[in-house]
């Protein structure tokens, strides 16, 4: 049973596909804070974890030069949303949900698809 449908969250619209997930921002009990990230899945779990990455470059003082810096993050990827690997999504924070995890997927960005299609036609 459904309780709690919003239709949408921090002007994010609610999914198609419904879900009973608790940990779901759009069909469950979860609230999600302003502090957003977008990056790329690299891995996907079964219990609907994945891994999040994104690069950032950062200068050196003393070397005069930039360098490229990695930052993972594990969110709960709901069921509604079933984000792939290859997938770039948006994400905001949230209360603790696990040991890990403290973030959730809010939506879809770009479809490993889209980008290969795009990539093709350039």
């Known amino acids: 049973m459904i309780k709690n449908t919003r239709l949408n ?15 779901c921002p759009f069909h469950g009990e979860i609230t999600v804070k ?3 990230f977008t990056g790329k899945i690299v891995k996907k779990d079964v219990s609907h974890s994945a ?3 994104w690069f950032r ?3 050196i003082h003393k070397y005069e030069r930039y360098e490229i810096k990695r930052s993972r993050i594990r969110v709960h990827n709901p069921p509604c949303l079933n984000a792939q690997v290859g997938q770039t999504v948006l994400v905001a924070k949230t209360r603790p949900l696990s040991k890990t995890k403290g ?3 809010l939506k879809i960005v770009k479809n490993k698809e889209t980008v290969a ?3 093709a036609t350039a």
């Not at 921090?10 to 419904?18: H, I, S």
């Open 51 to 53: 891994t999040l990455e």
């Open 9 to 23: 969250v921090l002007g994010v619209e609610a999914p198609k596909e419904n879900c009973t997930d608790k940990k």
């Open 103 to 105: 973030h959730v997927i």
């Open 57 to 59: 470059s950062t200068y």
């Open 117 to 119: 299609a795009g990539s």
């Open 34 to 36: 302003k502090e957003f």
